[in-house]
C-alpha cells in the first residue's frame, strides 16, 4: 500500500514569484469576502441557514462546489491515467437519484422545517437515535475534513515548495476564520466564487493540452483510444473489480446519501425561500454537477495525451496520482500555474468550509439545545440575548471544530491513502445513515430499539468490509444501506409499534396523507 506522501515526492517544482501573488491574492480575497457576511448577523438562523433569504442558483452552485475537493480534482484525471474513464459512467445516476432524494427526504424535511436532518430522526423515533445519528455525522464528518485538508496539503507542498504542516495550516485556518466569522451565507457566496475559479482552471488546462497536442482535439482522443483510455461501460458481473453494475448501484446509493441525508449538503437547501426555490436549487446543483464531472475525467484525457504526445516532458517513475500536479507545475505559463494552484485550492476549501458550519450545526441543534432543554434552561431561548449568545458559541465551536480537522490532517496520512480513507468514511457515514433514514421514511413499523440494533449490525458489516475484505469500495455504501435497512426491518418486530405521533406526517404514506408540499412557508 503507498501513502500519498510517497506519490508526491521528490519534489515536481517550485512555482514563480507571480505565480505566487495570484494564490496569495485569492487566499486573502476569499478570505475578507466570507469574514464580509458576519456583518447583520444576529442569531443563529441567520448563521445556519441566511435567515432562509438565498436563492436557488448560489444554493444550487454551492452544492456542486462542496462535492469537490483536491482528491477529486487529482484523483479523477490520475484515475483515467492510470485506467480509464470507466468512472464517467457516474454522472448518468444524477438524473434519477436527485429526483427521488427530493421526494425521499427533502419534502419532509421542509414541511417540518428543520435546521438539522437528525432533528427528523428525533421526532421519527427519539431522542437517543438523534444523539447517535448525529454524533456518527461530528466523528466521520471531522475525519472527512481532515483528509481532504491532507490531500490539499500533500499537492501544496510540491508546488509551493513548504513543508506539510505549513500548507495544512494555511488551509485549515484560513477555511476556519471565514466560516466561523461568516456562517452558511459566508459559506454558500464563497462556494460560489472558488466554483468559478475552479471551472476556469479545468477549462485552462483543457485548452493548454488542446493547443499543444498535434491535431487538437482529434490528437488528443486518437492517442487516448490508442492506450485504451476511453473504455467507459464493462457489464461483467464483479463484486471486487470496477464495472459499469458497480458504478451505476454504487453512485445512486452515494447520491441518495450525499444529497438526501448528509447535513452537509442538506443544509444548503435549508437556506432556501420556499419549497419551489428548494426544488429547483437541487436541480441547478444537479446540472452544475454533471460537467464538472466530465470535465474532471477530460483533463485526464488531456493529460495522458499530451505526455503520451511529449514523453520526454515526463519525469520518470511518476504514477497517473502524480501527472496532474507535475503538468501544472512545468507546462502551463506564468500566471495560470497560480490560477490553477488556486483553484485545487478552492476545491478544498469549498468542501472543507461546509464541513466546519455543519459540524457546527449539528452540535448546537442536535446536541447543545435538547441538553438545555433536558437540564430546564430552555426557558429564555427565545430571548434576543440568548440568541447572541448561542451565536457567539457557535463561532467558537466552528473555530475548534477547524482546528480539529486541521490538525488531525497532519496525522490522517497514517492510517492509509486517501482514496481508501475517504471511501471508507463514506461507506460507514453514507451507508449506515441513509439505511436508517430509509427505515424511517419507508416503514411505518420502524421503531427506536429496531434501529438502533439495525445500526449497530450494519456498523458492523460495513467496517469489517471496509478493512478486511476485497470488495470494491463503490459496494461499500450499498451493502452498509442495505444491512441497516434490513437489520432495522427485521428487529423492529420484536419490539411494539412505534406512538401515533411517531409516523402521522413522518414517513412517505403518512407525508403523502397531509397532501402536497406547500410553495411557501
Known sequence: MMNLSQLFSPPLAVMTTIDYVMVVAYVL???????????????????????KSLGWLPVGISVMATNFSASSLIGSPGYVVSHDIIFITRSVCFLFAIP??????????HRLDVTSVYEYIGRRFDTRMRFISSGIFLLLRGSWMATAQYATGLALTQVLGLELWVCVLIVGGLVTVYSALGGIKAVIWTDVVQAVLLLGAMLLTIGVCIARVPEGVTGIFGLADDGGKLRAVDFSWSFFQPTTQSMLVGATFGILASYGVDQVIVQRYFTTKDYRTLVRSAYAGMWATLPIILLTFA???CIYSYYTAFPDRLPAGLIGDQWFPTFI?????VGITGLIIAGLLAATMSSADSGVNSLTTVFIVDIYRPWRQWRGRDKTAATAA???????LARWLSFGFGGFATVGAMFVGNIGTVMEITNKLNGVIGGVLLGIFLAAVLSRRANAPGVLLGALVGTAVIIYTSFFSPIYFMWFGVIGC?????????????????????????TVIGQSQLGDVPSDR
Do not use: N
Not at 29 to 51: C, E, H, N, P, W
Not at 386 to 392: C, S, V
Open 100 to 109: 427521488l432524494s427530493v421526494w425521499l427526504f427533502l419534502r419532509f424535511y
Open 482 to 506: 442495505l444491512t441497516t435497512l434490513f437489520a432495522t426491518l427485521l428487529a423492529s418486530r420484536c419490539f411494539a409499534p412505534p406512538a401515533h405521533h411517531q409516523i402521522t406526517g413522518l
Open 299 to 301: 483533463i485526464g484525457i
Open 329 to 333: 507545475v512545468r507546462e502551463l505559463p
Open 29 to 51: 480575497g476569499i478570505t475578507a469576502l466570507g469574514a464580509m457576511f458576519m456583518r447583520g448577523q444576529k442569531s443563529t438562523s441567520d448563521y445556519f441557514v441566511a435567515g
Open 386 to 392: 440568548a440568541e447572541l449568545r448561542e451565536l457567539r
